[in-house]
């Protein structure tokens, strides 16, 4: 699955939204909740699938026991959940071992852009670094310095 097009903080109002519903949602019913067209929240439904947050069967939404263990963490343990899960996203988790095997823990903003574009065939290169850095922001594992254009790792994972 290509990196869904969806911050860390929509992917949890979604889930917020699920767990609200029940536990249990149709797609169609909770877009058309928030008003919106189903297309609209389908990036958000593909983050927390990929994070393993809800399974998706027949337009139904479904949170996992990781989700429900999620919303009911406080922010310490949130961040925690989030981490591991955004760590192991396999663009996330190539980019970080590259990080970690140069000696700095440093990336230029255009070697990063690279790097997506040959992982992700997409003209559109640039939102994805703003979702990869969101992601990994949130997740306390990459940060972005807009002053310099380097990414650097927050911790070690």
């Known amino acids: 699955m290509v990196l869904p097009k969806a911050t860390i903080s929509e992917i949890i109002g979604l ?54 263990r999620l919303l009911d963490a406080g922010i310490q343990e949130r961040k925690k959940i989030i981490r591991d899960k955004v760590a192991r996203v396999p663009i996330i988790k190539e980019l970080t071992e590259k990080l970690l095997e140069s000696g700095e823990c440093r990336m230029s903003k255009e070697d990063v852009l690279k790097f997506i574009q040959k992982r992700i065939a997409a003209a559109d290169v640039e939102d994805y670094f703003k979702i990869i850095i969101n992601w990994t922001r949130h997740a306390g594992l990459i940060g972005y310095d807009s002053d310099s254009e380097e990414i650097y790792l927050m911790c070690r994972v």
């Not at 439904?45 to 026991?65: K, M, P, R, W």
């Open 15 to 68: 889930l917020e939204a699920v767990n609200d519903a029940g536990g249990v949602e149709d797609a169609a019913r909770l877009a058309a909740d928030f008003d919106l067209e189903l297309d609209e929240i389908l990036p958000s439904i593909d983050g927390a699938e990929l994070l393993g947050f809800v399974i998706v069967s027949d337009g139904n939404i479904e949170l996992t026991g990781e989700a429900k």
